[in-house]
């Protein structure tokens, strides 16, 4: 295939859901941004880490879109195959080794588009998925929740929603071995999309739910069970303020049934257009949201990487802004590290051939949100991370699709790094693994708080915007 025809297909792959406002009053919390480098990184490379990358896929277009290890050592991936299974888009299982090689895969779909971001293995070794179908339910998209086996056979599913559009963003197993689910609905709540959150026992049977939101649009993306047996959720809302309408960082804490003990909002004046990605992480003392943003005035290639930090009651600690000028730089995956930092996985077109192409973007901060190290990692094409996790060895497994190698246009892309973000590579797989030896400055006065809600689920650059309530 030529430059000029995978340009093509890639363009028509992008689907733009329009936009959706939301009009709250809420306080500002003013921050200030501060200069951000790098440490030089060692060449020395840990000993006893697997590296390697990995393709996955057929002719057609295939995306990674959550990985997590699994108690076996090997790894659990879930995203959307157009080469297999029975309509336009499906459900994607792949069970991988703990040296990259397949296991086994299952497709989960009928005719119609069905998605899935979100994968964990359960309690019985067998595996959660939560997404939405437009094959099954009654609505024209309806959240999705598939249990299966430790083999990847189906066990139930179970759809929740109405008339109108709903989605599942994120599930999580609860200590009472049912589930947690968030999302946002259309069909039920205040008005628009609303946030939505519901509770289900170990077979997939409803026990309760609750909308967040109100006359505008709002969405959750991320669900993590708090230590007083509540909730913390994490997403977006959108201030109906004009001309700009800008868009926030929404955070909620619930009780253990669901009912919203307060709820804070965050938004840059310099970046007021933030997207929040990945699950909210929870660390000693408060929480983890990563995501992107685009800067007031500029076009939709000059977006660059967040991190936030908040403690318990959602007060803003600090935030720090990653990324380089005139271009397109983009946070989906966050998690924890053991030595109190975290991990960013993503994507940028800083080093790509043009603007429409990208590399997978790694991002090492310490406990303070200071860079330790950022890793390039790509061809010639669009490569992009949707999702990352340290592994028990203390490296890191990156997941999500590259149009650079593999069979097909897009392909599922799994990459294990070692505890500097470097991987063993041959002839046949030499790719990008740039060390970056400088950083931009972070934006300064930012200030964050109106309430906005946008959501993007990166789907071959699908993006669903909604809002919070």
Not at 233 to 248: D, K
Not at 283 to 297: C, E, F, K, T, V
Not at 332 to 358: E, L, V
Request: hydrophobic share 30%; charged share 20%.
């Amino acid at each position: 295939m030529s430059d000029g025809e995978k340009k093509m297909k890639k363009e028509a792959m992008v689907i733009t859901i329009v936009s959706i406002f939301l009009l709250i009053s809420i306080a500002v919390s003013p921050i200030m941004g501060e200069k951000v480098l790098l440490n030089q990184d060692s060449l020395i490379l840990p000993i006893g880490q697997e590296t390697w990358a990995k393709t996955y896929g057929g002719a057609q277009d295939d995306v990674g879109i959550d990985v997590k290890q699994t108690r076996d050592g090997g790894y659990i991936t879930v995203g959307i195959t157009y080469s297999y299974g029975h309509g336009k888009k499906d459900v994607w299982l792949l069970k991988i080794d703990k040296d990259g090689n397949e296991t086994w895969n299952k497709t989960f779909g009928g005719e119609e588009d069905d998605w899935s971001g979100c994968v964990q293995q359960t309690n019985d070794g067998g595996y959660i998925i939560a997404g939405f179908t437009e094959s099954y339910g009654a609505g024209w998209a309806d959240c999705w929740l598939i249990k299966t086996d430790a083999n990847g056979n189906e066990l139930w599913n179970k759809t929740f929603g109405g008339v109108g559009d709903d989605y599942f963003y994120l599930v999580k197993q609860t200590s009472d071995n049912g589930y947690i689910a968030a999302g946002f609905t259309k069909s039920f709540g205040s008005g628009g999309f609303d946030g939505w959150l519901i509770k289900t026992d170990d077979q997939g049977n409803e026990l309760w739910n609750r909308t967040f939101g109100g006359m505008g649009d709002e969405m959750l993306k991320s669900v993590d069970k708090t230590p007083d047996g509540g909730y913390i959720l994490s997403g977006e809302t959108t201030l109906l303020v004009p001309p700009e309408y800008p868009q926030a960082v929404w955070l909620i804490k619930t009780d253990s049934n669901g009912i919203e003990e307060w709820n804070k909002t965050y938004l840059d004046t310099e970046f007021p257009f933030l997207r929040v990605e990945g699950e909210i992480q929870q660390i000693s003392d408060g929480y983890l949201i990563a995501g992107y943003g685009r800067q007031y005035g500029s076009d939709t290639e000059d977006i660059d990487v967040f991190l936030l930090k908040t403690d318990f009651n959602g007060e803003m600690q600090w935030n720090k802004i990653f990324g380089w000028a005139n271009s397109y730089d983009i946070g989906w995956g966050i998690h924890k590290t053991t030595d109190g930092g975290c991990i960013i996985a993503g994507g940028t077109n800083k080093y790509s051939i043009d603007t429409w192409n990208r590399n997978v973007w790694l991002i090492k901060t310490n406990k303070y949100g200071g860079t330790q190290w950022t890793r390039i990692i790509g061809g010639s094409y669009d490569d992009y991370a949707l999702s990352v996790q340290q592994t028990n060895d203390g490296g890191y497994i990156v997941g999500g699709a590259t149009m650079s190698y593999g069979n097909g246009i897009y392909d599922v892309w799994l990459v294990k790094t070692n505890s500097r973000g470097r991987y063993s590579y041959n002839s046949q797989d030499l790719l990008i693994n740039h060390q970056i030896n400088s950083m931009p400055q972070n934006q300064q006065n930012n200030k964050l708080g109106y309430q906005q809600n946008i959501q993007y689920l990166q789907d071959l650059a699908m993006g669903y915007q909604m809002t919070n309530r």
